[in-house]
Protein backbone atom coordinates (compact mmCIF):
# COMPACT_ATOMS: atom_id res chain seq x y z
CA UNK A 1 0.00 0.00 0.00
CA UNK A 2 1.65 3.33 -1.15
CA UNK A 3 2.63 5.54 1.75
CA UNK A 4 0.55 8.53 2.92
CA UNK A 5 1.68 11.85 2.22
CA UNK A 6 3.59 13.15 4.74
CA UNK A 7 4.69 17.29 5.19
CA UNK A 8 8.67 17.42 5.57
CA UNK A 9 9.99 19.41 8.38
CA UNK A 10 12.53 21.70 7.02
CA UNK A 11 10.87 23.10 3.26
CA UNK A 12 13.74 25.63 2.64
CA UNK A 13 15.75 22.94 2.20
CA UNK A 14 14.22 21.99 -1.09
CA UNK A 15 13.79 23.72 -4.61
CA UNK A 16 11.72 25.77 -6.48
CA UNK A 17 10.72 22.94 -8.76
CA UNK A 18 10.92 20.61 -5.96
CA UNK A 19 8.20 22.25 -3.76
CA UNK A 20 6.09 22.90 -6.51
CA UNK A 21 5.82 19.24 -7.07
CA UNK A 22 5.91 18.36 -3.26
CA UNK A 23 2.87 20.87 -3.20
CA UNK A 24 0.91 18.90 -6.31
CA UNK A 25 1.74 15.59 -4.52
CA UNK A 26 -0.15 17.20 -1.65
CA UNK A 27 -3.45 18.49 -3.10
CA UNK A 28 -3.87 15.19 -5.14
CA UNK A 29 -3.68 13.34 -1.55
CA UNK A 30 -5.77 16.15 -0.19
CA UNK A 31 -8.35 15.28 -3.37
CA UNK A 32 -7.78 11.62 -2.94
CA UNK A 33 -8.71 10.94 0.83
CA UNK A 34 -11.84 13.80 0.32
CA UNK A 35 -13.12 11.92 -2.23
CA UNK A 36 -13.53 8.72 0.23
CA UNK A 37 -15.26 9.67 3.33
CA UNK A 38 -18.54 11.40 3.97
CA UNK A 39 -20.19 12.52 7.16
CA UNK A 40 -21.46 9.42 8.51
CA UNK A 41 -17.85 7.40 7.75
CA UNK A 42 -15.39 9.84 8.58
CA UNK A 43 -12.87 9.63 11.12
CA UNK A 44 -10.81 11.98 13.41
CA UNK A 45 -7.62 10.66 11.93
CA UNK A 46 -8.87 11.31 8.45
CA UNK A 47 -9.89 14.53 9.63
CA UNK A 48 -6.55 15.86 10.99
CA UNK A 49 -4.91 14.22 7.99
CA UNK A 50 -7.42 16.70 5.69
CA UNK A 51 -6.65 19.62 8.41
CA UNK A 52 -2.82 19.12 8.02
CA UNK A 53 -2.95 18.87 3.74
CA UNK A 54 -5.12 21.83 3.55
CA UNK A 55 -2.75 23.85 6.12
CA UNK A 56 0.21 23.27 3.92
CA UNK A 57 -1.72 23.04 0.45
CA UNK A 58 -3.39 27.05 0.85
CA UNK A 59 -1.06 28.25 3.79
CA UNK A 60 2.46 26.77 4.75
CA UNK A 61 3.27 25.70 1.45
CA UNK A 62 2.89 28.57 -0.68
CA UNK A 63 4.50 31.13 1.88
CA UNK A 64 7.78 28.41 1.47
CA UNK A 65 7.38 28.71 -1.65
CA UNK A 66 7.09 32.32 -2.15
CA UNK A 67 10.28 32.68 0.26
CA UNK A 68 12.25 30.44 -2.22
CA UNK A 69 11.31 32.34 -5.01
CA UNK A 70 12.25 35.49 -3.51
CA UNK A 71 15.70 34.05 -2.21
CA UNK A 72 16.15 32.49 -5.91
CA UNK A 73 16.02 36.23 -7.37
CA UNK A 74 18.19 37.72 -4.88
CA UNK A 75 20.66 34.93 -5.55
CA UNK A 76 20.14 36.33 -9.43
CA UNK A 77 20.48 40.11 -9.16
CA UNK A 78 23.78 39.66 -6.91
CA UNK A 79 24.89 37.07 -9.38
CA UNK A 80 24.16 40.12 -12.38
CA UNK A 81 26.37 42.99 -13.02
CA UNK A 82 24.48 46.06 -13.57
CA UNK A 83 24.99 48.27 -16.32
CA UNK A 84 27.75 51.13 -14.97
CA UNK A 85 25.26 54.87 -14.52
CA UNK A 86 25.77 57.25 -16.97
CA UNK A 87 25.82 60.85 -16.43
CA UNK A 88 22.67 62.59 -16.87
CA UNK A 89 22.48 65.17 -19.61
CA UNK A 90 22.51 68.86 -18.47
CA UNK A 91 18.63 70.07 -18.73
CA UNK A 92 17.99 72.81 -21.40
CA UNK A 93 16.55 76.06 -19.94
CA UNK A 94 12.83 75.80 -21.13
CA UNK A 95 10.87 78.85 -22.69
CA UNK A 96 8.78 81.29 -20.27
CA UNK A 97 5.63 79.52 -21.00
CA UNK A 98 2.52 78.52 -18.37
CA UNK A 99 3.10 74.93 -17.81
CA UNK A 100 0.61 72.54 -19.49
CA UNK A 101 -1.05 69.92 -17.32
CA UNK A 102 0.98 66.74 -18.16
CA UNK A 103 -0.29 64.07 -19.05
CA UNK A 104 0.54 60.04 -17.09
CA UNK A 105 2.09 58.21 -19.26
CA UNK A 106 0.70 54.86 -19.96
CA UNK A 107 2.05 51.66 -18.38
CA UNK A 108 3.00 49.05 -20.69
CA UNK A 109 4.09 44.99 -19.84
CA UNK A 110 7.61 46.14 -20.90
CA UNK A 111 7.85 49.17 -18.94
CA UNK A 112 7.98 46.60 -15.31
CA UNK A 113 11.41 46.81 -14.36
CA UNK A 114 12.67 43.45 -14.20
CA UNK A 115 16.13 41.95 -13.05
CA UNK A 116 16.98 41.31 -16.75
CA UNK A 117 16.81 44.45 -17.44
CA UNK A 118 19.80 45.85 -15.34
CA UNK A 119 21.92 42.95 -17.21
CA UNK A 120 24.05 43.05 -20.29
CA UNK A 121 22.75 41.16 -22.41
CA UNK A 122 26.37 39.36 -22.88
CA UNK A 123 26.38 38.60 -19.31
CA UNK A 124 26.29 34.92 -19.27
CA UNK A 125 25.15 35.04 -15.42
CA UNK A 126 21.98 36.13 -15.76
CA UNK A 127 20.80 33.06 -17.64
CA UNK A 128 22.96 30.50 -15.74
CA UNK A 129 20.70 28.07 -13.71
CA UNK A 130 21.37 27.84 -9.93
CA UNK A 131 22.38 25.17 -8.13
CA UNK A 132 19.16 24.03 -6.03
CA UNK A 133 19.61 23.38 -2.60
CA UNK A 134 20.49 19.94 -1.50
CA UNK A 135 17.64 18.04 0.41
CA UNK A 136 17.84 16.27 3.21
CA UNK A 137 15.62 12.82 2.99
CA UNK A 138 17.29 10.85 6.04
CA UNK A 139 17.07 11.75 9.64
CA UNK A 140 19.21 10.57 12.52
CA UNK A 141 16.85 10.35 15.64
CA UNK A 142 18.05 8.64 19.05
CA UNK A 143 15.65 6.37 20.50
CA UNK A 144 13.00 6.34 23.43
CA UNK A 145 15.22 5.55 26.31
CA UNK A 146 18.59 7.30 25.65
CA UNK A 147 19.55 9.19 28.78
CA UNK A 148 19.77 12.69 27.73
CA UNK A 149 18.91 12.33 23.87
CA UNK A 150 15.32 10.69 23.72
CA UNK A 151 13.45 11.47 20.98
CA UNK A 152 16.18 14.59 19.10
CA UNK A 153 17.40 14.66 16.64
CA UNK A 154 21.24 13.93 16.31
CA UNK A 155 23.07 16.11 13.50
CA UNK A 156 26.54 15.13 13.53
CA UNK A 157 28.86 11.85 14.29
CA UNK A 158 29.96 13.41 17.39
CA UNK A 159 26.74 13.72 18.69
CA UNK A 160 25.84 10.02 17.83
CA UNK A 161 29.08 9.23 19.93
CA UNK A 162 27.86 10.93 22.91
CA UNK A 163 24.31 9.19 22.25
CA UNK A 164 25.96 5.84 22.52
CA UNK A 165 28.00 6.88 25.25
CA UNK A 166 24.90 8.00 27.43
CA UNK A 167 23.46 4.44 26.59
CA UNK A 168 26.42 2.40 27.81
CA UNK A 169 26.95 4.09 30.94
CA UNK A 170 23.45 2.64 32.20
CA UNK A 171 24.81 -1.10 31.78
CA UNK A 172 26.96 -1.01 35.04
CA UNK A 173 23.87 -0.48 36.53
CA UNK A 174 22.06 -3.56 36.05
CA UNK A 175 22.04 -6.38 38.09
CA UNK A 176 22.30 -10.36 37.18
CA UNK A 177 22.56 -13.43 39.05
CA UNK A 178 26.15 -15.03 38.69
CA UNK A 179 24.82 -17.85 36.71
CA UNK A 180 22.54 -16.01 34.40
CA UNK A 181 23.35 -15.15 30.85
CA UNK A 182 21.33 -12.03 29.76
CA UNK A 183 22.05 -10.27 25.82
CA UNK A 184 20.17 -7.74 25.05
CA UNK A 185 19.82 -5.61 22.28
CA UNK A 186 19.01 -1.37 23.38
CA UNK A 187 18.31 0.71 20.37
CA UNK A 188 20.84 4.30 20.69
CA UNK A 189 19.52 5.84 17.12
CA UNK A 190 17.71 5.29 13.60
CA UNK A 191 18.79 6.13 10.29
CA UNK A 192 14.91 6.67 8.70
CA UNK A 193 15.56 7.39 4.95
CA UNK A 194 12.24 8.57 3.35
CA UNK A 195 12.46 9.10 0.03
CA UNK A 196 9.29 9.91 -1.80
CA UNK A 197 7.58 7.21 -4.02
CA UNK A 198 9.35 8.75 -7.09
CA UNK A 199 12.56 7.69 -5.04
CA UNK A 200 11.35 4.15 -4.03
CA UNK A 201 10.98 0.90 -5.13
CA UNK A 202 8.19 -1.38 -3.78
CA UNK A 203 8.39 -4.41 -6.10
CA UNK A 204 6.11 -4.00 -8.32
CA UNK A 205 5.92 -2.87 -12.14
CA UNK A 206 6.28 0.61 -11.21
CA UNK A 207 10.19 0.38 -10.02
CA UNK A 208 11.65 0.02 -13.61
CA UNK A 209 10.63 3.02 -14.73
CA UNK A 210 11.41 4.97 -11.79
CA UNK A 211 14.89 3.46 -11.50
CA UNK A 212 15.05 4.75 -15.09
CA UNK A 213 14.25 7.96 -14.15
CA UNK A 214 16.23 7.81 -11.57
CA UNK A 215 18.84 7.69 -13.53
CA UNK A 216 17.93 10.65 -15.90
CA UNK A 217 20.63 12.71 -16.09
CA UNK A 218 18.12 15.30 -17.30
CA UNK A 219 16.27 16.13 -14.25
CA UNK A 220 19.71 17.80 -12.62
CA UNK A 221 20.28 21.37 -12.52
CA UNK A 222 21.65 22.48 -15.68
CA UNK A 223 20.01 19.82 -17.73
CA UNK A 224 23.01 17.21 -17.52
CA UNK A 225 25.40 15.77 -14.81
CA UNK A 226 28.33 17.45 -16.03
CA UNK A 227 26.43 20.89 -16.47
CA UNK A 228 25.16 20.23 -12.67
CA UNK A 229 28.45 19.30 -11.69
CA UNK A 230 29.58 22.14 -12.51
CA UNK A 231 27.14 24.35 -11.16
CA UNK A 232 27.57 22.55 -7.99
CA UNK A 233 30.95 23.14 -8.06
CA UNK A 234 31.11 27.12 -8.29
CA UNK A 235 28.55 27.29 -5.85
CA UNK A 236 31.01 25.69 -3.09
CA UNK A 237 33.81 27.49 -4.27
CA UNK A 238 31.96 30.80 -4.22
CA UNK A 239 31.27 30.03 -0.42
CA UNK A 240 33.17 31.65 1.97
CA UNK A 241 34.75 29.36 4.67
CA UNK A 242 35.17 30.58 7.99
CA UNK A 243 38.67 31.16 8.87
CA UNK A 244 41.16 28.83 10.79
CA UNK A 245 43.14 31.73 12.69
CA UNK A 246 43.43 31.93 16.34
CA UNK A 247 45.12 33.23 19.33
CA UNK A 248 47.24 30.85 21.53
CA UNK A 249 48.00 32.50 24.87
CA UNK A 250 51.48 32.09 25.70
CA UNK A 251 52.64 29.50 28.68
CA UNK A 252 55.58 30.09 30.78
CA UNK A 253 58.08 26.98 31.50
CA UNK A 254 57.85 27.27 35.45
CA UNK A 255 54.54 25.11 36.05
CA UNK A 256 54.31 21.33 35.89
CA UNK A 257 52.59 20.41 32.58
CA UNK A 258 48.91 19.66 32.50
CA UNK A 259 47.45 16.71 30.93
CA UNK A 260 45.76 17.76 27.60
CA UNK A 261 42.80 15.00 27.16
CA UNK A 262 41.34 16.54 23.75
CA UNK A 263 41.85 13.62 21.15
CA UNK A 264 43.30 14.51 17.78
CA UNK A 265 40.83 13.03 15.15
CA UNK A 266 40.97 13.73 11.52
CA UNK A 267 39.42 10.92 9.99
CA UNK A 268 36.46 11.97 7.26
CA UNK A 269 33.97 11.16 5.03
CA UNK A 270 34.88 12.83 2.48
CA UNK A 271 35.83 11.34 -1.09
CA UNK A 272 32.76 8.98 -1.02
CA UNK A 273 31.60 7.17 -4.29
CA UNK A 274 28.39 8.95 -5.58
CA UNK A 275 25.33 7.57 -7.70
CA UNK A 276 21.96 7.84 -8.02
CA UNK A 277 19.90 6.41 -4.87
CA UNK A 278 17.09 4.85 -4.28
CA UNK A 279 15.15 3.61 -1.52
CA UNK A 280 14.35 -0.60 -1.76
CA UNK A 281 11.63 -0.88 0.50
CA UNK A 282 11.59 -4.81 -0.26
CA UNK A 283 14.97 -5.45 0.22
CA UNK A 284 15.77 -6.05 -3.32
CA UNK A 285 15.48 -4.83 -6.91
CA UNK A 286 13.58 -6.44 -9.68
CA UNK A 287 15.30 -5.11 -12.94
CA UNK A 288 16.92 -6.02 -16.40
CA UNK A 289 20.00 -4.21 -17.69
CA UNK A 290 19.04 -2.94 -20.52
CA UNK A 291 19.77 -3.24 -24.59
CA UNK A 292 22.86 -2.69 -26.51
CA UNK A 293 22.91 -1.60 -30.10
CA UNK A 294 23.95 -4.93 -31.11
CA UNK A 295 21.23 -6.70 -29.21
CA UNK A 296 18.92 -4.75 -31.90
CA UNK A 297 21.04 -4.81 -35.03
CA UNK A 298 23.44 -7.45 -34.20
CA UNK A 299 26.84 -8.05 -35.49
CA UNK A 300 27.71 -7.13 -38.88
CA UNK A 301 30.08 -9.51 -40.61
CA UNK A 302 31.78 -9.24 -44.18
CA UNK A 303 29.54 -10.24 -46.80
CA UNK A 304 26.33 -9.66 -44.39
CA UNK A 305 26.61 -5.88 -43.54
CA UNK A 306 22.83 -6.06 -42.70
CA UNK A 307 21.22 -9.10 -40.23
CA UNK A 308 17.84 -10.16 -39.86
CA UNK A 309 15.27 -7.62 -39.78
CA UNK A 310 17.37 -5.23 -42.02
CA UNK A 311 17.51 -5.21 -46.04
CA UNK A 312 18.88 -2.77 -48.24
CA UNK A 313 17.56 -4.36 -52.04
CA UNK A 314 17.61 -2.22 -55.75
CA UNK A 315 14.59 -2.45 -57.63
CA UNK A 316 15.56 -5.04 -59.64
CA UNK A 317 15.79 -7.13 -56.37
CA UNK A 318 12.30 -6.16 -55.09
CA UNK A 319 10.62 -6.86 -58.59
CA UNK A 320 12.14 -10.06 -58.30
CA UNK A 321 11.09 -10.86 -55.41
CA UNK A 322 14.45 -12.17 -54.16
CA UNK A 323 16.22 -12.12 -51.63
CA UNK A 324 13.43 -12.82 -49.01
CA UNK A 325 12.72 -10.19 -46.69
CA UNK A 326 13.52 -11.46 -43.10
CA UNK A 327 11.48 -10.21 -40.25
CA UNK A 328 13.43 -9.33 -36.55
CA UNK A 329 11.52 -10.62 -33.87
CA UNK A 330 11.54 -8.86 -30.38
CA UNK A 331 12.67 -10.74 -28.11
CA UNK A 332 11.33 -11.51 -24.41
CA UNK A 333 13.18 -9.19 -21.56
CA UNK A 334 14.98 -11.18 -18.86
CA UNK A 335 15.09 -9.95 -15.45
CA UNK A 336 17.65 -9.75 -12.43
CA UNK A 337 16.85 -9.79 -9.31
CA UNK A 338 19.41 -8.19 -7.16
CA UNK A 339 18.73 -8.16 -3.48
CA UNK A 340 20.83 -6.14 -0.70
CA UNK A 341 23.58 -7.10 1.69
CA UNK A 342 24.75 -5.58 4.91
CA UNK A 343 27.36 -4.29 5.64
CA UNK A 344 28.06 -3.42 9.90
CA UNK A 345 29.76 -2.21 12.64
CA UNK A 346 30.60 -4.13 16.31
CA UNK A 347 32.54 -2.01 18.89
CA UNK A 348 33.23 -3.64 22.20
CA UNK A 349 34.54 -1.26 25.09
CA UNK A 350 35.48 -1.24 29.20
CA UNK A 351 33.47 0.36 31.43
CA UNK A 352 35.62 1.65 33.85
CA UNK A 353 37.38 3.71 30.96
CA UNK A 354 34.72 4.83 29.67
CA UNK A 355 33.85 6.71 33.12
CA UNK A 356 37.76 7.84 33.41
CA UNK A 357 37.99 8.86 29.94
CA UNK A 358 34.39 9.73 28.38
CA UNK A 359 35.80 11.81 25.54
CA UNK A 360 38.46 9.37 24.33
CA UNK A 361 35.27 6.58 23.55
CA UNK A 362 33.08 9.28 22.49
CA UNK A 363 35.98 10.12 19.84
CA UNK A 364 36.36 6.51 18.65
CA UNK A 365 33.15 6.19 18.20
CA UNK A 366 32.90 9.06 16.04
CA UNK A 367 36.03 7.78 14.32
CA UNK A 368 35.02 4.42 13.46
CA UNK A 369 31.37 5.19 12.41
CA UNK A 370 33.23 7.31 9.76
CA UNK A 371 35.46 4.51 9.01
CA UNK A 372 32.15 2.38 8.39
CA UNK A 373 30.94 4.81 5.65
CA UNK A 374 34.65 3.99 4.50
CA UNK A 375 34.18 0.77 4.38
CA UNK A 376 30.47 0.56 3.21
CA UNK A 377 32.69 3.26 0.14
CA UNK A 378 34.95 0.45 -0.78
CA UNK A 379 32.73 -2.40 -0.94
CA UNK A 380 30.27 -0.22 -2.95
CA UNK A 381 33.03 0.19 -5.46
CA UNK A 382 34.55 -2.82 -5.57
CA UNK A 383 30.83 -4.16 -6.52
CA UNK A 384 30.96 -1.93 -9.88
CA UNK A 385 34.65 -2.79 -10.97
CA UNK A 386 33.37 -6.64 -10.51
CA UNK A 387 30.51 -5.75 -12.73
CA UNK A 388 32.51 -3.81 -15.22
CA UNK A 389 34.47 -5.47 -17.73
CA UNK A 390 38.19 -5.12 -17.85
CA UNK A 391 39.75 -3.30 -20.87
CA UNK A 392 44.09 -3.43 -20.20
CA UNK A 393 45.95 -0.72 -22.21
CA UNK A 394 49.03 -1.67 -20.34
CA UNK A 395 50.49 -3.64 -23.68
CA UNK A 396 48.59 -1.64 -26.05
CA UNK A 397 50.50 1.19 -28.69
CA UNK A 398 50.14 3.98 -28.10
CA UNK A 399 49.75 3.72 -24.12
CA UNK A 400 52.67 1.49 -23.87
CA UNK A 401 54.88 4.40 -25.03
CA UNK A 402 53.36 7.55 -24.01
CA UNK A 403 54.41 7.97 -20.31
CA UNK A 404 53.01 11.14 -19.78
CA UNK A 405 50.37 11.43 -16.96
CA UNK A 406 47.96 13.93 -17.94
CA UNK A 407 48.43 12.64 -22.28
CA UNK A 408 47.62 9.14 -21.09
CA UNK A 409 45.12 9.57 -18.53
CA UNK A 410 42.97 12.01 -20.64
CA UNK A 411 43.33 10.41 -23.58
CA UNK A 412 42.52 7.12 -22.34
CA UNK A 413 39.53 8.58 -20.86
CA UNK A 414 38.01 10.36 -23.94
CA UNK A 415 38.98 7.00 -26.15
CA UNK A 416 36.98 4.76 -23.90
CA UNK A 417 34.17 7.62 -24.25
CA UNK A 418 33.81 7.69 -27.92
CA UNK A 419 34.19 3.89 -28.12
CA UNK A 420 31.49 3.61 -25.93
CA UNK A 421 29.20 6.31 -27.69
CA UNK A 422 29.67 4.66 -30.95
CA UNK A 423 28.51 1.17 -28.98
CA UNK A 424 25.58 2.62 -27.61
CA UNK A 425 24.82 5.40 -29.99
CA UNK A 426 24.55 7.42 -27.55
CA UNK A 427 23.71 11.42 -28.08
CA UNK A 428 27.03 13.09 -29.05
CA UNK A 429 26.67 15.23 -26.12
CA UNK A 430 26.05 12.44 -23.42
CA UNK A 431 27.47 12.36 -20.15
CA UNK A 432 29.64 9.54 -18.75
CA UNK A 433 30.80 8.73 -15.32
CA UNK A 434 34.71 8.59 -14.53
CA UNK A 435 35.50 7.30 -11.42
CA UNK A 436 39.55 7.30 -10.76
CA UNK A 437 41.42 6.89 -7.51
CA UNK A 438 42.17 10.37 -5.64
CA UNK A 439 45.94 10.57 -5.80
CA UNK A 440 45.40 10.62 -9.75
CA UNK A 441 45.46 14.17 -9.54
CA UNK A 442 49.15 15.13 -7.73
CA UNK A 443 50.17 12.62 -10.56
CA UNK A 444 48.70 14.53 -13.71
CA UNK A 445 50.38 17.94 -11.28
CA UNK A 446 53.58 16.41 -11.05
CA UNK A 447 53.83 15.39 -14.74
CA UNK A 448 52.65 18.76 -15.91
CA UNK A 449 55.48 20.84 -13.29
CA UNK A 450 57.88 18.61 -15.59
CA UNK A 451 57.10 19.85 -18.61
CA UNK A 452 59.56 21.59 -20.88
CA UNK A 453 58.37 25.47 -22.69
CA UNK A 454 55.71 27.12 -22.04
CA UNK A 455 54.61 29.60 -19.63
CA UNK A 456 56.06 28.42 -16.18
CA UNK A 457 54.39 30.85 -14.00
CA UNK A 458 51.17 28.92 -15.27
CA UNK A 459 52.51 25.36 -15.28
CA UNK A 460 53.20 25.94 -11.50
CA UNK A 461 49.78 25.06 -10.99
CA UNK A 462 47.58 22.39 -12.45
CA UNK A 463 44.21 23.28 -10.38
CA UNK A 464 41.71 20.97 -9.70
CA UNK A 465 39.38 23.43 -11.73
CA UNK A 466 41.29 23.04 -14.89
CA UNK A 467 41.94 19.46 -14.52
CA UNK A 468 37.73 19.24 -14.07
CA UNK A 469 37.73 21.34 -17.71
CA UNK A 470 40.01 18.85 -19.20
CA UNK A 471 37.47 15.85 -18.27
CA UNK A 472 34.21 18.40 -18.89
CA UNK A 473 35.22 18.99 -22.20
CA UNK A 474 35.66 15.69 -23.34
CA UNK A 475 32.52 14.61 -22.01
CA UNK A 476 33.17 13.40 -18.74
CA UNK A 477 32.04 13.35 -15.41
CA UNK A 478 34.80 12.77 -12.90
CA UNK A 479 35.59 11.22 -9.53
CA UNK A 480 37.61 11.32 -7.19
CA UNK A 481 37.39 9.12 -4.57
CA UNK A 482 38.94 7.28 -2.01
CA UNK A 483 38.93 3.32 -0.69
CA UNK A 484 40.18 2.41 -4.57
CA UNK A 485 43.22 1.60 -5.56
CA UNK A 486 44.84 2.73 -2.19
CA UNK A 487 46.18 0.71 1.45
CA UNK A 488 42.92 0.18 2.72
CA UNK A 489 41.11 -0.95 -0.35
CA UNK A 490 43.77 -3.26 -1.45
CA UNK A 491 45.48 -4.29 2.31
CA UNK A 492 47.86 -7.50 0.26
CA UNK A 493 48.96 -4.62 -2.35
CA UNK A 494 51.87 -3.08 -0.67
CA UNK A 495 53.35 0.93 -2.35
CA UNK A 496 49.74 1.80 -2.00
CA UNK A 497 48.85 5.61 -0.46
CA UNK A 498 47.42 5.15 3.05
CA UNK A 499 49.63 2.64 4.16
CA UNK A 500 51.86 2.31 7.78
CA UNK A 501 55.04 2.74 5.91
CA UNK A 502 55.38 5.72 4.01
CA UNK A 503 55.27 5.51 0.19
CA UNK A 504 58.56 6.56 -1.68
CA UNK A 505 56.29 7.40 -5.27
CA UNK A 506 52.83 7.35 -6.19
CA UNK A 507 51.21 3.98 -8.22
CA UNK A 508 52.62 3.68 -11.81
CA UNK A 509 48.99 1.89 -13.07
CA UNK A 510 46.12 3.54 -13.26
CA UNK A 511 42.64 1.98 -12.67
CA UNK A 512 39.28 4.19 -14.19
CA UNK A 513 35.67 3.25 -14.46
CA UNK A 514 33.91 4.09 -17.33
CA UNK A 515 30.29 3.99 -17.97
CA UNK A 516 26.99 6.61 -18.68
CA UNK A 517 25.16 8.34 -16.79
CA UNK A 518 22.53 5.99 -14.77
CA UNK A 519 23.67 2.95 -15.59
CA UNK A 520 24.76 2.31 -11.88
CA UNK A 521 21.82 2.94 -8.98
CA UNK A 522 22.87 2.54 -5.23
CA UNK A 523 19.63 0.72 -3.62
CA UNK A 524 19.64 1.04 -0.01
CA UNK A 525 17.38 0.06 3.14
CA UNK A 526 15.05 2.13 5.06
CA UNK A 527 16.43 2.03 8.08
CA UNK A 528 19.31 2.10 9.92
CA UNK A 529 19.87 0.78 13.50
CA UNK A 530 22.27 1.38 15.79
CA UNK A 531 22.12 -0.27 19.26
CA UNK A 532 24.28 -0.47 22.30
CA UNK A 533 24.24 -4.21 23.68
CA UNK A 534 23.94 -5.36 27.18
CA UNK A 535 25.29 -8.50 28.01
CA UNK A 536 25.46 -9.63 31.17
CA UNK A 537 28.33 -12.39 30.59
CA UNK A 538 30.69 -8.74 29.58
CA UNK A 539 29.68 -7.49 32.64
CA UNK A 540 31.45 -9.72 34.60
CA UNK A 541 34.50 -8.53 33.11
CA UNK A 542 33.73 -4.98 33.04
CA UNK A 543 33.57 -4.77 29.53
CA UNK A 544 30.31 -3.85 27.31
CA UNK A 545 29.52 -3.90 23.64
CA UNK A 546 29.34 -0.23 22.56
CA UNK A 547 27.43 -0.27 19.18
CA UNK A 548 26.28 -2.56 16.90
CA UNK A 549 25.28 -1.30 13.21
CA UNK A 550 24.67 -2.74 9.95
CA UNK A 551 22.76 -0.97 6.80
CA UNK A 552 21.88 -2.88 3.63
CA UNK A 553 22.60 -1.97 0.11
CA UNK A 554 23.39 -2.79 -3.44
CA UNK A 555 24.77 -1.49 -6.73
CA UNK A 556 22.24 -2.02 -9.29
CA UNK A 557 23.23 -1.98 -13.00
CA UNK A 558 20.53 -0.76 -15.24
CA UNK A 559 21.89 -0.11 -18.29
CA UNK A 560 24.50 -2.92 -20.32
CA UNK A 561 27.96 -0.84 -20.51
CA UNK A 562 30.52 -0.37 -17.90
CA UNK A 563 34.02 -0.81 -18.44
CA UNK A 564 37.04 -0.61 -16.32
CA UNK A 565 40.36 0.73 -17.78
CA UNK A 566 43.77 -0.22 -16.46
CA UNK A 567 47.01 2.52 -17.98
CA UNK A 568 50.35 2.47 -17.18
CA UNK A 569 51.40 5.91 -16.45
CA UNK A 570 54.33 7.85 -15.36
CA UNK A 571 54.80 11.83 -14.19
CA UNK A 572 57.80 12.03 -16.69
CA UNK A 573 56.92 15.57 -18.25
CA UNK A 574 57.80 14.66 -21.71
CA UNK A 575 55.47 15.76 -24.28
CA UNK A 576 55.32 14.30 -28.41
CA UNK A 577 58.51 16.81 -29.48
CA UNK A 578 60.79 14.81 -26.79
CA UNK A 579 59.93 11.44 -26.98
CA UNK A 580 58.78 9.07 -30.08
CA UNK A 581 55.67 7.55 -29.41
CA UNK A 582 54.73 4.77 -31.26
CA UNK A 583 51.06 4.13 -32.92
CA UNK A 584 49.47 1.12 -33.60
CA UNK A 585 49.54 0.09 -37.32
Given amino acids: MPKKFTVPERLDLFSVSG?????????????????????????????????GLQRFVRTDGPAALADLKKRDERLHALSAEPEPPTEPAPAEPEPPTEPAPAEPEPVTAS???????????????????????LVTRSSLVASVGVPGFEGQ??????????????????????????DSQVVSMLPVAQLVRDYPDEYSVFGDQGDYAKLLAIGDESRLPGGSLIESTLLRYEALKAAKRPGTDALVAAAGWCAPSETDYSICLQVTTDGLYDAPETQAR?????????????????TCTPGAPNPTGYFNLTEAQVAAGSPTKTCLEIPCPSFVDTRLGVTGLCLTGNILANRGYPEFTAAFVRGALAASAHQVNREQIAAVVAGSVAVNLSAAAPWATDVSVVSEVLSAVEMAIVDIKYRLRLMRNASLEVVLPYWILAQ???????????????MICLADSEIMAGFTC??????????????FASCAVSGLPGADTPINNLPATLQFLVYPAGT??????????????????????????HMFTETGWAMVQM????????VPICPSGRTGNQQTITCPA
Avoid at 156 to 177: C, I, K, N, P, Q
Avoid at 474 to 487: L, M
Avoid at 523 to 544: E, F, G, M, R, W
Fill in 19 to 51: LTALLAEAQAEYDTVFATISAATVTNEQLDELE
Fill in 444 to 458: MRADWIRRNGGDYSK
Fill in 153 to 178: RLTSLLDVARAFEARSAGHSAHTAGR
Fill in 474 to 487: RGARPQFVYDWQDA
Fill in 559 to 566: CPVSRVYT
Fill in 111 to 133: ATLRVADLVPAATPAASAPVPAP
Fill in 282 to 298: RGGVRHNTGIEFDTIFG
Fill in 520 to 545: WIRAVSDVITLNSVYDSTKLATNQVT
